[in-house]
């Protein structure tokens, strides 16, 4: 069973950055892949990156390549996402979760935290 809670969202204007950080529960943290994932209003979850357990492997979505960096310190049981160059279109409640697969659906993981808002402005 693995509990985690995002923190680091907010307003910023277009252009600017922010850190996400997802703090996970549990000692088996350096198992999972850890990724992120988004929710804008009335529209479904989409993928944004993800981060193999050992963090040697990464995937990102194409619209956020170049911009996101994900990252995990597993001493600190934490995954970070910077996010630089924010765009309007990036507003949406960003969450992590974690899983087994370096996978891109969210049905490949099996633990999700409750999100965070993430509103950028023009």
């Known amino acids: 069973q693995v509990q985690l809670v995002e923190s680091g969202g907010g307003l910023v204007q277009a252009g600017g950055s922010l850190r996400l950080s997802c703090a996970a529960s549990?000692?088996?943290?350096?198992?999972?892949?850890m990724g992120w994932f988004r929710q804008a209003p009335g529209k479904e979850r989409e993928f944004v990156a993800a981060l193999g357990s050992s963090g040697g492997s990464t995937r990102y979505a194409d619209s956020v390549k170049g911009r996101f960096t994900i990252s995990r310190d597993n001493a600190k049981n934490t995954v970070y996402l910077r996010m630089n160059s924010l765009k309007p279109e990036d507003t949406a409640v960003y969450y992590c979760?974690?899983?087994?697969?370096?996978?891109?659906?969210?049905?490949?993981?099996?633990?999700w935290g409750q999100g965070t808002q993430v509103t950028v402005s023009s």
């Open positions: 979760a974690a899983g087994l697969v370096l996978g891109v659906v969210p049905g490949n993981y099996a633990y």
């Open positions: 549990g000692r088996t943290f350096s198992s999972y892949v």
